[in-house]
């Protein structure tokens, strides 16, 4: 992801909603992706100063206005009162609850990044109103009994299982809650955990559905991941008594990617989308590697610039995304080392693993539009 520039010349982030020099008002044009600053109008809406919006008003999301868990606007004619982002939520956290309102503040804030993401790969965004079987949909919830996030002893309440199914993707609050998801993350003896990850992890199953199933890329799915008819209770109940194989590096991203096809599939999704976007951010930010900078295509960054992409996103060669980003998190990983910190990237891409990520580039250029 690329940080943003306001009409003042200051630079703003994506979350951003006032800028610190001018004091303006910032907000997000999805159709533009771009964060512009904004000013008032007679009639109560916002003119957009960034010159891709041209002649267009527009209104705040509701969850903007009202709740501070959103930045996105919406053109002054659409009559949603949330925004596409927003309009996505199934479920959202039960707000009389005091600490909730910080918990889904985070989550909305990773599900925008995956859009961003989504978006930036041309990738179809399509929720229940056009798809009302299995359009892209998201529930927040909690477990029912307070301070009992991720417990084993279900006794009389009903634990949230963060997943999906037919399109809607279910999180569980505790997973905005540092300190749970660290207890966590220890407790199932993984290398990485983020909230963000979820987000990516779950929308690998979501379009496996769109761009895999029933479609002409299933054979070689098979073929490259295996055969998803396996008995996938069976063979997640198996990797949670016995771990993964001895041999998982050599064939997987992760451990749990082991475990069955489709979640090899979901950890491949959400590593590529880890790298197009991660790269993207080193890009903008002008990172160079052995030497060569990664470009963004495009005129230079300023308050007026279009939207640019990393130069080795889905319109370019894997080969030259893959080199960049092992040199990267290389260089990112040494870079924590030095402040004693967890690396940033933990793991380790053997050939079966990048020739899954190859794959998932394809069918990511394919489905492109």
Request: glycine letters at 8%.
């Amino acid at each position: 992801m690329r940080n943003f520039t306001c009409r003042c010349g200051n630079t703003v982030y994506f979350e951003s909603t006032r800028c610190l020099r001018c004091g303006r008002r910032l907000g997000y044009l999805p159709e533009h992706g771009v964060v512009s600053a904004l000013e008032p109008t007679d009639d109560g809406t916002w003119r957009a100063l960034h010159a891709a919006a041209g002649d267009t008003t527009y209104r705040p999301c509701r969850n903007y206005d009202q709740e501070n868990v959103c930045n996105w606007m919406i053109p002054a004619g659409d009559g949603h009162a949330f925004c596409r982002a927003c309009r996505l939520d199934d479920t959202i956290p039960d707000l009389s609850q005091p600490r909730n309102g910080l918990l889904w503040y985070r989550i909305e804030a990773a599900k925008r990044r995956l859009l961003y993401t989504l978006d930036r790969l041309g990738l179809p965004v399509r929720g229940r109103e056009e798809d009302p079987e299995g359009g892209l949909a998201f529930a927040f919830l909690a477990d029912e009994q307070p301070g009992a996030e991720f417990s084993d002893d279900l006794g009389a309440y009903r634990r949230v299982m963060t997943g999906h199914r037919g399109g809607l993707i279910t999180i569980n609050l505790a997973e905005a809650d540092p300190s749970s998801r660290e207890r966590m993350r220890e407790r199932m003896n993984e290398f990485y955990r983020t909230l963000l990850g979820h987000f990516r992890h779950e929308s690998g199953h979501y379009y496996w559905d769109r761009l895999i199933r029933s479609t002409p890329w299933l054979e070689e799915f098979r073929a490259r991941f295996g055969d998803e008819r396996a008995d996938y209770e069976a063979a997640l109940a198996h990797h949670y008594a016995n771990g993964p194989p001895a041999d998982w590096r050599m064939h997987y991203v992760s451990a749990y990617a082991a475990c069955h096809p489709w979640e090899d599939w979901a950890e491949t999704w959400a590593h590529y989308l880890h790298m197009t976007d991660t790269l993207e951010t080193a890009a903008d930010h002008g990172f160079a590697i052995e030497g060569r900078e990664l470009t963004l295509p495009g005129p230079a960054a300023g308050p007026d610039a279009p939207t640019q992409q990393y130069a080795a996103g889905p319109g370019a060669d894997f080969d030259t995304l893959l080199r960049d980003w092992v040199r990267l998190t290389l260089a990112l990983n040494d870079l924590n080392r030095s402040m004693g910190l967890p690396d940033v990237y933990p793991f380790v891409l053997s050939g079966p693993a990048t020739e899954k990520l190859r794959f998932v580039h394809r069918v990511v250029r394919t489905a492109a539009h």
